[in-house]
C-alpha cells in the first residue's frame, strides 16, 4: 500500500480494491458492508441504502451533466439490489462565483430523472467554499429504495448460470474523455447514463429470477466480473468477440490505448440468471437496447478469475484494471 493516495485508488480496479480493503474495511468492517454490494440490505431485507460522490469533469458532457449522473448513479446502485428508489438526500459543494444558471439546470437535469424514477429528494445540504477550493460543483447523493426482489447477491453465482450485459460497453469513460481532452468526434457518442429501474422492473414482471447485478461504473466490465468471481468463488468465462462495443468507443480505444471492458459506464449493467432464463432475459433487455448480449457463463475452470476466449481459440485472463484509467468520470 502506498504512503500517499494517488489517482489510480479511486479507478475502481485493484488498487481502489486495497484502498478500500486495508483502510475502511479494517476500521468500519461489519456483516452488512463486507457484502461489497452496489447497496446495502437494511431492515430486516425491507430497504437497499446506498451513497455517492459525484465529481465528474466537465460538468457537462453529450448526454449528460453531472446532476443526471448523481440521480442516476444512487438510483441505480438501488435498483441493482431490486429495489425501488424511493428517497434521496443531495448535498452540493459549490465554488465561488460559480454559475447559478448552470446550477439550476443540472438540478433541472436531476428533477427530470427524479421523475422516471418515481422518487423525491427530501433531505440535503450546501457548501460553499472559495475559489480554488473545489472544482466548480461536487455533489453527495444519498438513497433509500423499498426492495422488491429479495436474494439478489454477487456471491449467488453458480455453476451453470449465464452472464449478460444489457447493452454497449465504454460509452461513458470514452465520452467524457473526448469531452475532457478536447477531441473532436464525427459522431453521435454521448454517455450511456440513464436510469436503470425501468428495465430492471421490467425483468421482474417478466418473472425472471434476477441472481446478481452489478452497473459497471469505475472499473467498467472488467472490474464487474472479477469482483463476482472473487465473491462467489467460481470462474467466469466470457466470449470476447460476444461483448458490444460500438465503433466509435473502440476507435477510441484503439487510438489510445484503453480496453472497452475497462472504462466506465453509467447505464449498463450486468446480470446473471439461471441458463434457463436467459433467452427470456435477453428478450427484456433487447426491448430497451438491441446490443444486449449474452456474454459468458459460470464456470469452475479458474476459480476467482474471469477468462475471455477469443474467436481464434485462445484464452487470456481479464485482470482487475490497474493504474490510471479515467479519472473523474463520476
Given at each position: 500500500m502506498n504512503k500517499t493516495i494517488t489517482i489510480a485508488h479511486g479507478n475502481g480496479g485493484e488498487e481502489n480494491n486495497e484502498l478500500i480493503k486495508k483502510i475502511f474495511y479494517k476500521?468500519?468492517?461489519?456483516?452488512?458492508?463486507?457484502?461489497?454490494?452496489?447497496?446495502?440490505?437494511?431492515?430486516?431485507?425491507?430497504?437497499?441504502?446506498?451513497?455517492?460522490?459525484?465529481?465528474?469533469?466537465?460538468?457537462?458532457?453529450?448526454?449528460?451533466?453531472?446532476?443526471?449522473?448523481?440521480?442516476?448513479?444512487?438510483?441505480?446502485?438501488?435498483?441493482?439490489?431490486?429495489?425501488?428508489?424511493?428517497?434521496?438526500?443531495?448535498?452540493?459543494?459549490?465554488?465561488?462565483?460559480?454559475?447559478?444558471?448552470?446550477?439550476?439546470?443540472?438540478?433541472?437535469?436531476?428533477?427530470?430523472?427524479?421523475?422516471?424514477n418515481g422518487a423525491m429528494v427530501v433531505s440535503g445540504d450546501t457548501k460553499v467554499v472559495p475559489k480554488g477550493s473545489v472544482d466548480k460543483l461536487f455533489?453527495?447523493?444519498?438513497?433509500?429504495?423499498?426492495?422488491?426482489?429479495?436474494?439478489?447477491?454477487?456471491?449467488?453465482?453458480?455453476?451453470?448460470?449465464?452472464?449478460?450485459?444489457?447493452?454497449?460497453?465504454?460509452?461513458?469513460?470514452?465520452?467524457?474523455?473526448?469531452?475532457?481532452?478536447?477531441?473532436?468526434?464525427?459522431?453521435?457518442?454521448?454517455?450511456?447514463?440513464a436510469s436503470l429501474y425501468p428495465q430492471v422492473k421490467a425483468l421482474m414482471d417478466a418473472g425472471i429470477r434476477i441472481v446478481a447485478m452489478r452497473d459497471a461504473t469505475r472499473g467498467g466490465v472488467a472490474a464487474v466480473l472479477n469482483e463476482w468471481a472473487k465473491g462467489s468463488e467460481v470462474c467466469i468465462e466470457i466470449d470476447e468477440e460476444k461483448i458490444p462495443v460500438a465503433e466509435e468507443v473502440r476507435g477510441i480505444c484503439e487510438m489510445l490505448g484503453f480496453e472497452a471492458v475497462n472504462l466506465a459506464n453509467e447505464g449498463t449493467f450486468v446480470l446473471t440468471v439461471n441458463k434457463e432464463d436467459e433467452a427470456k432475459a435477453l428478450k427484456v433487455l433487447k426491448h430497451n437496447n438491441e446490443n444486449a448480449q449474452i456474454i459468458g457463463t459460470v464456470t469452475r475452470q479458474h476459480d476467482g478469475k474471469v477468462i475471455l476466449n477469443s474467436s481464434w481459440g485462445t484464452k487470456r485472463f481479464l485482470d482487475l484494471p490497474t493504474g490510471e484509467l479515467l479519472p473523474r468520470i463520476c
Amino acid at each position: 500500500m502506498n504512503k500517499t493516495i494517488t489517482i489510480a485508488h479511486g479507478n475502481g480496479g485493484e488498487e481502489n480494491n486495497e484502498l478500500i480493503k486495508k483502510i475502511f474495511y479494517k476500521h468500519f468492517e461489519n456483516e452488512i458492508l463486507s457484502k461489497s454490494e452496489d447497496a446495502a440490505v437494511i431492515h430486516n431485507g425491507e430497504l437497499a441504502f446506498t451513497t455517492d460522490s459525484f465529481t465528474v469533469s466537465p460538468l457537462f458532457f453529450p448526454g449528460g451533466d453531472i446532476g443526471k449522473l448523481a440521480v442516476c448513479g444512487t438510483c441505480n446502485d438501488l435498483a441493482m439490489m431490486g429495489a425501488k428508489p424511493k428517497y434521496l438526500t443531495c448535498s452540493v459543494i459549490i465554488e465561488e462565483g460559480f454559475s447559478t444558471r448552470e446550477l439550476e439546470k443540472i438540478v433541472r437535469s436531476m428533477k427530470k430523472e427524479l421523475e422516471i424514477n418515481g422518487a423525491m429528494v427530501v433531505s440535503g445540504d450546501t457548501k460553499v467554499v472559495p475559489k480554488g477550493s473545489v472544482d466548480k460543483l461536487f455533489i453527495n447523493t444519498t438513497g433509500i429504495g423499498e426492495i422488491e426482489h429479495t436474494g439478489i447477491s454477487s456471491s449467488n453465482l453458480q455453476e451453470g448460470m449465464s452472464i449478460l450485459i444489457s447493452r454497449d460497453v465504454g460509452a461513458h469513460g470514452a465520452t467524457i474523455f473526448a469531452a475532457r481532452e478536447g477531441i473532436m468526434l464525427e459522431s453521435s457518442l454521448q454517455t450511456d447514463c440513464a436510469s436503470l429501474y425501468p428495465q430492471v422492473k421490467a425483468l421482474m414482471d417478466a418473472g425472471i429470477r434476477i441472481v446478481a447485478m452489478r452497473d459497471a461504473t469505475r472499473g467498467g466490465v472488467a472490474a464487474v466480473l472479477n469482483e463476482w468471481a472473487k465473491g462467489s468463488e467460481v470462474c467466469i468465462e466470457i466470449d470476447e468477440e460476444k461483448i458490444p462495443v460500438a465503433e466509435e468507443v473502440r476507435g477510441i480505444c484503439e487510438m489510445l490505448g484503453f480496453e472497452a471492458v475497462n472504462l466506465a459506464n453509467e447505464g449498463t449493467f450486468v446480470l446473471t440468471v439461471n441458463k434457463e432464463d436467459e433467452a427470456k432475459a435477453l428478450k427484456v433487455l433487447k426491448h430497451n437496447n438491441e446490443n444486449a448480449q449474452i456474454i459468458g457463463t459460470v464456470t469452475r475452470q479458474h476459480d476467482g478469475k474471469v477468462i475471455l476466449n477469443s474467436s481464434w481459440g485462445t484464452k487470456r485472463f481479464l485482470d482487475l484494471p490497474t493504474g490510471e484509467l479515467l479519472p473523474r468520470i463520476c
